[in-house]
């Protein structure tokens, strides 16, 4: 359970953290999604060439736990400012693309397989 | 303003996909990672060689509009399935970040400037 | 072995079809980047969720084959780009790297190991 | 003009560094895909938020310049790797990619034009 269950709020952080150090001129659509890019591959590059117990222990680790959760944050730090200066309104985004993946795959045909829709 | 102010809700939602496909035994962190990651390719992909104004003209056609839409909320699909599966708390850690990028970008040395805190 | 063993080669080629449609203007090294970025992500993409023994099935198939080879070629494209439009020399860039990379991962100490060499 | 001219030689050099530090354990093709994927947002961040200017200025530097370089060969030598353990011939990759991009992109239609294939 998250501890403050509140999208909106955050939302009102990133844009005050932002516009109080005048960044909306470098805060273009496509530099958001170069920001959102690039700090994902940071998280993914916490885990690079390791196996599953070594992830696991970075989890237990809290110096590890927190840098998994500091690159987590990165990210959605972008998605929130993103949505912010597009006025995209993320829970019906994600509502309305969770429905079209619902027939994408279905719960029968998807059930326990990591099959691509377009695959064979 | 968001329609459903509810992150919570939203990670519900997105579990509940994801169980109801048995979806669990994919979702390492490593694998949740590389969802991030591609999904946030995807989102760039679509500003890629446009100059301000197309991306201006994207955001106002309903189409392209929904392809963004539809592409942030996969990125956000698999950030919320990422801390749903790892009890990692959202507002919790981005407000840790927050807190260390106001030291690392002090409001009156990083106003109005793109460089990062370890650029000369 | 490779059929055609010659970069400069490569590059004239990759600049030749660059050039015929008149994309120099659309060249910029972040745009190039954004291309290298977003055609490693489709490459990653085709080993989500994938195990071992299915990643070595999309190999021995020829048209899975075909789709990691022409992804593969895609990330290759725009780094060609990128050194021919920014008169990168690629062997001495590597070299380079290899240098550095020889005193930040030495032999003994790194060994079977997957730690980055800040990784306590 | 590339110093040294020749691909197989810069395979060699990337397998020789590998093997001798036993790192074939951990190059499994999904390993090195996110390899190539990290590396190459390494790059793009170098160019984050930068305008044009200082992006020019960058490849002035020697210093900026030199990290450039840095981060460019660190996603070659990925791409070298995967293609030398997945005996992926670059040359012919690239040579059939372009045959098919050439459909995908007539010369007349594509001329100055940043549309893709796909795109209405």
Redesign the interface.
Known sequence: ???????????N??QQ?CE????D??H????L??????E???????????S?E??AGQ?QDPVSR?K???E??????F??R??QM?Q???????????A???LK?P?ES?????KKYNEV
């Open positions: 359970m998250d501890s403050k269950n509140d999208l909106q709020q955050m939302k952080l990133v953290f109080e150090r005048d960044w001129q470098f273009s659509p496509k530099e999604a170069i920001g959102i890019s690039t994902a591959a940071e998280l993914l590059d916490l885990f690079r060439f390791k599953n070594q992830i989890f927190g998994i959760e500091d987590l944050a990165d990210v959605l730090f998605i929130l993103f949505s597009n995209i309104d993320l829970p019906a985004a994600l509502a309305a693309k969770l079209k993946n619902n795959y719960v998807s059930k326990g397989s990591n």
